[in-house]
Nanobody, 120 residues
Framework: QVQLVESGGGLVQAGGSLRLSCVAS????????MGWYRQAPGKQRELVVT???????NYADSVKGRFTISRDNAENTVYLQMNSLEPEDTAVYYC??????????????WGQGIQVTVSS
């Protein structure tokens, strides 16, 4: 099992920026994908962005051009740079990791979530 710890959330005004970080508790032998999801009050969890081991990204239409995912493989960390934040971005953001263990088991790991609140 790999634990993921998110940080960098908080309260910002509309138009502001935040950078979320997600640190894995250990290095991963074979990462399939990492990403960010979010869940707003009363709504289903939704994809924000994913990035594959090969570097391909998939952004939700609602965040394209505003959010950017990046990785620091040496530090087992994935980031989400969020610019031009809108009140509609208010949600709990979850880091996600999909990987294959050294035993060949597919693992889906989630962080505990971190609150992002954007005021108008």
């Amino acid at each position: 099992q790999v634990q993921l710890v998110e940080s960098g959330g908080g309260l910002v005004q509309a138009g502001g920026s935040l950078r979320l970080s997600c640190v894995a508790s250990r290095s991963i032998f074979s990462v399939n994908a990492m990403g960010w999801y979010r869940q707003a009050p009363g709504k289903q969890r939704e994809l924000v962005v994913t990035i594959t081991n090969g570097g391909s990204t998939n952004y939700a239409d609602s965040v394209k051009g505003r959010f950017t995912i990046s990785r620091d493989n040496a530090e087992n960390t994935v980031y989400l740079q969020m610019n031009s934040l809108e009140p509609e971005d208010t949600a709990v953001y979850y880091c996600n990791l999909k990987y294959t263990s050294r035993l060949g088991i597919e693992i889906n790991s989630w962080g505990q979530g971190i609150q992002v609140t954007v005021s108008s």
